[in-house]
């Protein structure tokens, strides 16, 4: 997924295998890219080709955090409550 | 305000502050800009409290070692700015390792698997939990947290980035995370104090932040930004690096310093390097860029200018040529799109000193 794009023109990609971080010039990537958005990146000998943007799988992990950050939220507010 | 005076190499403070065994003196406060490559983390440490803003690199392992050097147990305020891998990197090592207290997130959800990681990590805690918001206060012992940004949750992830401002006595810093250009205007059309002796540069140093309207609202004395050596980022930026020459203010990295240290009493303040050497700073006058009348300009230069800068040789060059139709330079680590040139090569193609990028003063 595009963890950022740096100074407008570095996207850093992190990888969901949680070991590689590859660096691609915002150019190369397919329209509509942008922070937080999961892609399905086609690599060759460990080098950026290409890649799809994976709508369903962003949606899906912004429906989790969406719900854990209201846990968060819903946890402090009972906790201040019960103060 | 108090006289305030630059140490730049502070034996004396370093044996009262502790490089070795930390007994603090009362009411000091020291604030150690880590380094942890090209990424960032702070650890505000005085009488009573303890604060960790942002928490490195998620490909590194350094922020708890760092931690535990200086003798942290409890964190009191673990502040995350935004959870770019780069910031909020070893949030979870922090949270399993240290009781932390309270956590502050701006509330921007970023659909990524390491902020995801992260607040199952706080779910899994104790830590209370805050969303904080421009013009909020916090005390922690005698130090006062003002919250800057962010007024809202904005679609734009460093729109949202938590910027506070921690005064301590007559001494105040600010801490700007990532925080940009469009961020630093919307803050300051809110007539906000920014004044404070000692900045956090925004964004490693990123042409992105530090505007001039904002470098002469906060007036500081001293710039301090953190970034890796070497970094294909380029930062700090020649931008950034002429405004802040521009201003007259001393500009120092963690990328030639390692981790830099500031102590006060709440009246005077020094910044020194915690090796003891003295301490580097970045600047334009220290020879670090090159004579435009000498050098070679890679946006402008021709074919055979650039063949003068090393291991450009003619398909290079032509390459380079090609590159800036699409997608000119910004600065010479932007040789990184021209094939073969890697990390090693263009640090070699700056200690030549012949190529520079026209700096563009984007705000002016």
Known sequence: MIDRIVDERTAVLLFEDRERELHVPVVLLP???GEGQWLRVRLEGGDYVD??????KTQDVKARISKKRKLLLERMARRNRDQ | MGKKWL???????????????????????????????????????????????????????DVVEHLEKWHVETIDLFIVTHPHADHIGQGRAVLETFEVAEVWLSGYEHATWLFEDFLDALLESEARYHEPRRGEHFNFGELNLEVLNPSTITTNLHGSNVVVRATYGDVTFLFTGDAERRTERDMLADNLVFEAEILSLGHHGSRTSSSMDFLLAVRPEVAIFSAGQPNSFGHPHEEVINRLAIVEVPMYGTDRNGTIIVWTDGTDYS??????????????????????????????????????ILHIGPARAASIMELRETLPLRSVDDLKWVPGLDTQRIEEIKQQGLAYVKGVMEDQ
Do not use: W
């Open chain 2, 7 to 61: 140490s730049m190499c502070l034996v004396v403070l370093l044996l009262v502050s502790g490089a070795t065994g930390t007994v603090f003196a009362r009411d000091d406060l020291y604030v150690y800009y880590l380094d942890v490559g090209q990424a960032e983390a702070t650890l505000l440490k005085g009488p009573g409290f303890t604060i960790l803003i942002d928490a490195g690199d998620s490909g590194r392992n």
């Open chain 2, 271 to 308: 910044v020194y390097s915690e090796s003891g050497a003295e301490l580097v700073e970045v600047g334009v006058q220290n020879g670090e860029y090159p004579d435009p009348e000498q050098g070679v300009e890679l946006n402008s230069a021709g074919l055979e200018d650039l063949q003068r």
């Open chain 1, 31 to 33: 329209p509509g890219s």
């Open chain 1, 51 to 56: 890649a799809d943007l994976d709508h369903e």
